[in-house]
């Protein structure tokens, strides 16, 4: 599996330089067979990010970029606050919870520094410093290794943290949320994380502002069939809020 997503992400890489692929090209690149590599290119379809021909396939609709975690900040902030404020209702005294990483989870974080009785794991750098000094919080690391941009810890001992726990929320950033394609993000490694993270928690919240709907990153973290509530801002197109609530998922709009 891993090595399918590594596959696919070089062939975006390719798109994204060339514009185009052909399936016997990337056949003799990557070794293996031209069903695999149409397997491939029929999911990168799927999401919205090309259109096939006959032959090989053109890129359609170029990813988000990546942006870095102190650039995020200063993206949306007011938005990010008051949706970091709406979601602090939804956690009480007694509650496990994690904490993704991201630049509106981080505005969270400050909202539960003055809660008490409430554990948090976290594999952001920005969210631990954030709640360092908080008196009321249990605080958790995932640990790993640590993505720059991000300031996010992520790999195979951040996935393996997580076993042993159970969790009443997830808190989860998303680079991307589509109604076909689900919840994504850049970051290949991160995305193994944040599905782990849906594995482990009962109830799956994402915090995101509506500059985020509609767009597809190249790594899936879930499907929208996992995720329960989704808290954002009165941006959002009605095509997306009846479309999240059509599906049975809780829509929080941000004051």
């Not at 409430?118 to 690391?141: C, D, F, K, P, S």
């Not at 790999?155 to 994504?184: H, I, K």
């Not at 995720?227 to 929080?252: F, K, Q, W």
């Amino acid at each position: 599996m891993r090595n399918t997503r590594q596959r696919r992400q070089q062939i975006m890489e390719h798109l994204l330089q060339h514009g185009s692929v052909q399936v016997s090209a990337l056949v003799e690149r990557h070794d293996v067979s031209a069903v695999t590599i149409r397997a491939d290119l029929n999911q990168l379809e799927a999401q919205g990010l090309v259109i096939r021909n006959h032959g090989g396939a053109n890129l359609l609709r170029t990813p988000p970029q990546e942006h870095g975690i102190h650039e995020k900040d200063s993206l949306n902030l007011p938005l990010k606050d008051a949706i970091g404020a709406s979601a602090t209702a939804l956690v009480k005294p007694g509650d496990n919870i994690i904490l993704d990483s991201g630049s509106t989870t981080m505005m969270l974080a400050r909202h539960l520094r003055n809660q008490r009785d409430v554990t948090v794991m976290t594999n952001g750098l920005n969210i631990a410093w954030e709640l360092a000094g908080a008196q009321g919080i249990t605080l958790r690391l995932t640990g790993g290794l640590l993505h720059q941009p991000s300031l996010s810890l992520h790999g195979m001992q951040a996935e393996a943290s997580l076993q042993s726990f159970s969790f009443d929320t997830l808190f989860l950033g998303v680079d991307g949320l589509d109604l076909q394609f689900g919840a994504t993000t850049h970051h290949e490694a991160e995305a193994l994380l944040n599905h782990r993270m849906v594995e482990r928690a009962r109830k799956i919240v994402v915090l995101t502002d509506s500059s985020k709907f509609g767009k597809v990153s190249l790594h899936r973290i879930a499907k929208l069939d996992a995720i329960h509530c989704v808290i954002t801002d009165s941006g959002i197109g009605m095509d997306y809020h009846d479309g999240l609530r059509a599906l049975g998922i809780e829509v929080i709009i941000a004051a």
